[in-house]
């Protein structure tokens, strides 16, 4: 079989075979144009009674939309548009389609995501997953191209990383307590010593019961540990990937963009070096435009949504109070009470895409930080093991996949940029 993102200049007026479904049929005397899919692109085929008899052309009239088909014709060059067409001279119908429930009209949000398992079949969804498989490919790029190691990570965990409130919990055959995992970083931290610069790239679970547009309770994450390497260096790391991957996307996923109605020129305007802020800055800022952020209080939603509508680059904000962030993060001697960490936002709106800190390499430090946390320290004892034999400088950093799909494509809520997403409401389909 022919594939339609293949046919080009060179294929017009030669003989292609194609199987795919209709996307919309409509016809006028005795022709009829369908708009035919076949994954890989759209294409429209045109059909005349005259070339392929009449009970045939009763036979299309009779496929409604989602019916899979197979069609045999001639490549044209489209007379007005930069596109091709096909002149259809048979076809076969495979399986007819009838009362396709996601047709032509409009259709209300929770009635999509009950069809969600149909609604992967829109022109718009089919964009976005497509524009989500770039940024993955383009991640593994270019973590190969910089020497990064692929490491994989348990999905079940005895320990938590952050905040234990937020973590599944369920029950291991030996009746141990165990929790679906938060975040790999703890795990790929191990390997570091063993493989120096390391990664991985695997679904996290957050038991939180958030109403936000930012959030699930089943993503994809990105961690990254690179040893040796202190803040400055971990945050070059995020630019050059970042930039990496919307050049990426803007030169591979352009026509995507396009279909999702994207406004390409706000990911054209992304240059480096990205702006850099202290969170003290930040929350004065903030104050100035209304914001009823207080010194030492976190970044929420809306404090990001109000600061990045300002800028139309992404922003670090830097040296968070060390009160409120995780116990593995070092304090910055330049700057007493903050911690030596970042978040990324994203310009427009949509805010923290990147989290990231150095890590404590001294195993005195990190065990007393362990225990005013409040945490068990024979839950740590291997943690503290990275530290206790050849503990270095290190630095890492994690990307939430469905919120960089969510800006890049200008997407408004975070469910439509995972196929098939978990949120407080929802497990289903």
Known sequence: MDLITKINADYVWKKVNLAGRIVHIRFSGKIGFVEFRDGTWYIQCIVEEKNIWEDKFNELKNCGIESSIKISGTVSKHPKKDEYEIQTEDFEV????????????????????????????SKSQWAIQRV????????????????????????????????????????????????????????????????RNVYDFWPVFRAERSKTRRHLNELWMMDAEEAFTDNEWNMKYQEDLIYYIVQRVLKNKRAELEIIGRDISKLEKIQKPFIRKTHAE?????????????????????????????YDQPVFVTNFPLEIKAFYMPEDPKHPGTAKCADLLAPEWYGEIIWWSERIGDYETLKKRILDHGYKLEDYEWYLDIRKYGGVTTSGFGYGLERLVMWICGLQHIREAIPFPRYHNRIRP
Request: aromatic share 14%; with cysteine.
């Open 94 to 121: 495979i399986s007819l389609a009838k009362d396709y429930p996601l047709g032509q009209k409009d259709h209300g949000v929770e009635f999509l995501f009950d069809n969600r398992h149909l609604y992967l079949r």
């Open 282 to 310: 930040v929350v004065k800022e903030l104050q100035a435009m209304w914001s009823d952020i207080q010194d030492g209080d976190d970044l929420w939603a809306d404090d990001e949504t109000l600061l990045m509508n300002k």
């Open 132 to 195: 989500r498989d770039e940024i993955i490919h383009a991640t593994y790029d270019w973590m190969q191209e910089n020497y990064f190691t692929k490491i994989d990570s348990p999905i079940f965990t005895s320990t938590c990383a952050e905040d234990s409130t937020s973590l599944y919990e369920t029950t291991h055959t030996n009746w141990e307590t165990m929790y679906l995992n938060q975040t790999w970083q703890m795990y790929i931290e191990a390997a570091i010593a063993g493989h």
